[in-house]
């Protein structure tokens, strides 16, 4: 994620960079992957209405700009915070499982 914060800033100061668009794209992707097989369902559809964005993007039929970066860093935020209840939902699993609760 951290990563993909760099991306982005990346892409604000020069849109047309297209590996970092690429690499964006691609994070974006294995996250919604990953949350799909783990059935985290919001967290697939956040990213993977992020990587349509970027889809677009990649493909021309949008230019980036302050709105959809702005757009995109949020996602981020919400992608850390729905991974950071997941995270602590676990934890709080596990206490309960091993009767440390």
């Known amino acids: 994620m951290a990563q993909l914060d760099i991306d982005l800033v990346t892409l604000e100061k020069d849109p047309t960079e297209r590996e970092t668009l690429a690499r964006a794209f691609r994070t974006l992707h294995t996250v919604k992957g990953t ?45 850390r915070k729905m991974l950071e209840a997941v995270e602590s939902s676990e934890h709080g699993w596990r206490r309960r499982l091993l009767g440390t609760d």
């Open 35 to 79: 949350a799909g097989f783990l059935g985290l369902q919001k967290l697939q559809a956040v990213t993977h209405a992020a990587e349509n964005l970027l889809s677009k993007l990649r493909e021309g039929e949008l230019v980036f700009n302050a709105q959809i970066a702005s757009a995109l860093l949020a996602v981020v935020d919400a992608v």
